[in-house]
């Protein structure tokens, strides 16, 4: 039997998913293939409809490799492993006379923790375990997320947290779940041959196909243990996220509420001396805590300098003790155990950093107005340490014994890719040089007729924004655009700050265009109304930027309401500005520019999400057309006709609006 060629195994996947084969997907194949078969690196830019994942699922399956196939959404890992892979690996199964297995795999937080289900939570309060099950009331909405938890566990095929529907709150799952340096282990766990996050370990190392998330990938690379199996293919899909990803996931903290719990979970096993060290040391950082102004720390004020290293002392003093001590009198002293470590660890590990004083390290102080009341006071002030960059990291990490596939809808910012790849550890594309990984950029296209379909309108008239100023002529904009409109706008904001005085202000101006505003319901339930009514608009900031894909007549307006920089207070973004004009560069195009191109195509992209989309990207910030970085931040969005024309764009709105209301009339 011959083997079957690219084009044959693509067409019949396309087929077994319902889809349609694009000229785009079948270039991305190709060059996905060509890059596995020469252990090479690709940045690919496929934009929105190509059909990315079987652009990359089919060559990668084809090969026979073992591959990681990374995410930042629970959305997309969920397509690929309920819906894209199963169909797949059926559809080739004639054509490759194999099956190639596939697994999810997820850090263990994420799965239920039979141990915890069946013996009790460890009190930071009292000696030992309590059970959660009594001390929760059956009639309150913690007691009765806990019974559900209880009930699907005997159920339950992988103790994942997302296969449990509708879900339950972060209070109740974390009553029934471990973080790794929590975890007994399997050897020492009654539960471990029943342990879920044991069993996704097992199935991923039988896999050919991992799906994870960027975190994870994140942890695997930073940590030297390895928590995924061995690849040859590493796959990042939504590749645009992954340093963010990363950097979160190379932040430490430090709370006074974080630092009190682990003084609390040591005093049950550590001696007196050693648990009497740990809390003067938490009460001496704590009041500077609450002294500190926030910003960036450039140089560690020399008593918080002393605080921390008392507090770090103090911490290592502490895990000697627990590690020596044994006390039978404490009900299941093992798991109480590892949950005191865990927390003094983490308070050692991110006090020890801090003091260390690296040069690639930011470290800052952040306080946000207290929650709750005065039982609270001290839950908005933290300290922070983030690398500088990481770059680094991902390049010595990623880059070597492997192949890696990036693919994204926006990885072309200004036209080409070096900013993303330079933010990746990579040289410019096509440099030469023993430590830069060799990478190839291509932008597969998109199926849409972007100049057709959508228009980009720049408010040009509109006054230049102020940091945080009264925006009375954007308000106005604003309105007269959702009213042409009839409704149908995702409003994309810069902070959530302008978000709520966006909508408070039009909701008593056009009362008869719904307007829901993130935070008031979840990210799910707003995007689901959203999408169900026409004449309703969506409001909020960040998530809502990456995060919606509602198609057809609902989202024919999209706005920002300006060109979304980090504030120049940022700490981490401010300095990682400052170190590239350090080294000579520009800072602010390097830093400011390609994160604002980055949200703003992502954004852009809200718009057209399938064929038969039309509508407008209304950008109410005058810099687009009027700075000389405009054309770079344009040249990062879809192709759509650039107007600043403000009567023509309400006639198009309205033009659009009445076709879909016809349509709808139609329908009905």
């Known amino acids: ?106 850090g263990r937080s994420n799965y ?49 947290r997302d296969d449990l529907t509708p879900g339950v709150s972060d209070r109740a799952w974390s009553q029934v779940s471990v973080s790794s340096r929590e975890c007994l282990g399997a050897t020492k766990c009654a539960y471990g041959a029943e342990c879920f996050a044991e069993m996704a370990r097992e199935r991923a190392k039988l896999a050919e196909v991992v799906v994870t998330n960027h975190a ?124 005191a470590l865990a927390s003094v660890e983490s308070v050692h590990d991110v006090a020890e950093r801090i003091t260390n004083g690296s040069e690639w390290d930011v470290v800052w102080y952040e306080r946000h107005e207290p929650r709750g009341g005065a039982a609270y006071r001290h839950s908005g002030a933290s300290l922070r340490v983030a690398p500088m960059s990481v770059s680094g990291l991902l390049r010595e990490k990623l880059f070597s014994d492997r192949s890696v596939i990036l693919a994204s809808a926006t990885l072309k910012l200004g036209g080409d890719f070096n900013g993303v790849g330079a933010s990746l550890g990579l040289g410019p594309e096509g440099a030469e040089g023993d430590d830069l990984p060799q990478w ?50 995702l409003g994309l904001f810069s902070s959530m700050r302008a978000a709520q005085l966006a909508a408070e202000e039009l909701r008593s101006r056009i009362p008869e265009f719904p307007i829901l505003l993130q935070g008031e319901e979840t990210l799910g339930e707003l995007i689901k109304n959203f999408a169900a009514d026409p004449k309703t608009c969506l409001f909020g900031t960040l998530s809502l930027w990456q995060g919606v894909d509602v198609p057809g007549p609902s989202c024919q307006l999209v706005v920002m309401d300006k060109i979304p920089f980090p504030r120049p207070d940022d700490p981490l973004m401010s300095a990682r500005q400052k170190a590239v004009e350090d080294a000579g560069g520009n800072g602010f195009m390097a830093v400011a520019a390609t994160h604002a191109a980055l949200l703003m195509a992502q954004g852009a992209g809200r718009l057209v999400r399938a064929t038969g989309d039309r509508g407008v990207v209304a950008v109410l910030d005058q810099r687009l057309a009027t700075a000389r970085y405009g054309s770079y931040l344009k040249a990062s969005l879809p192709d759509f006709w650039l107007t600043t024309d403000r009567n023509q764009v309400r006639k198009s709105l309205a033009a659009i609006d009445a076709a879909a209301r016809q349509a709808e009339g139609e329908a009905d």
């Not at 079957?4 to 077994?16: I, N, W």
């Not at 009497?276 to 926030?294: H, I, K, N, V, Y």
């Open 216 to 339: 994870l990938l994140a942890i695997d690379a930073i940590e030297g243990a390895p928590v995924l199996p061995q690849h040859e293919v590493l796959i990042v899909d939504e590749a645009h996220e992954l340093v963010s990803r990363v950097t979160g996931v190379a932040t430490g903290e430090l709370t006074p509420g974080q630092v009190n719990r682990a003084v609390r979970r040591a005093a049950k096993l550590a001696d007196e001396k050693a648990a009497d060290q740990l809390q003067t040391a938490a009460e001496g950082f704590e009041r500077l805590m609450e002294l500190a102004l926030p910003g960036r720390l450039e140089e560690i004020p020399e008593d918080l300098g002393y605080a921390l290293m008392a507090l770090r002392d103090a911490c290592r003093t502490v895990i000697s003790a627990i590690g020596n001590t044994r006390d039978k009198s404490v009900q299941d002293e093992d798991a109480v155990r590892k949950q």
């Open 440 to 489: 190839k950029g291509i932008d597969v296209g998109s199926p849409f007729d972007y100049p057709r379909q959508g228009i980009l309108y720049v408010a040009k008239h509109l006054a230049r924004p102020a940091r945080d100023g009264d925006r009375a002529d954007m308000l106005d904009e604003l309105t007269e655009l959702i009213q042409a409109a009839g409704g149908r706008t």
């Open 112 to 160: 239920l923790c039979l141990h915890r289900l069946h013996e009790g939570v460890p009190q930071d309060e009292e000696e030992g375990l309590f059970d959660q099950f009594e001390a929760a009331a059956p009639t309150s909405k913690l007691g009765q997320d806990l019974l559900r938890l209880r009930d699907w566990a005997d159920e339950a095929e992988t103790g994942d």
């Open 1 to 106: 039997m011959t083997k079957p060629s690219l084009p044959e195994l693509l067409h019949a996947a396309v087929t077994a998913v319902g889809g349609t084969e694009r000229p785009g997907q079948v270039t991305m194949a190709e060059a996905v293939a060509e890059a596995i078969y020469d252990a090479s690196h690709l940045l690919v830019q496929a934009g929105t409809g190509t059909g990315k994942s079987l652009g990359y699922l089919v060559p990668a399956l084809a090969q026979g490799e073992r591959v990681v196939v990374a995410t930042a959404t629970l959305a997309l890992q969920r397509q690929l492993v309920e819906r894209d892979l199963p169909r797949t690996v059926e559809a080739l199964h004639p054509l490759l006379r194999r099956r190639p297995q596939f697994a999810m795999l997820k």
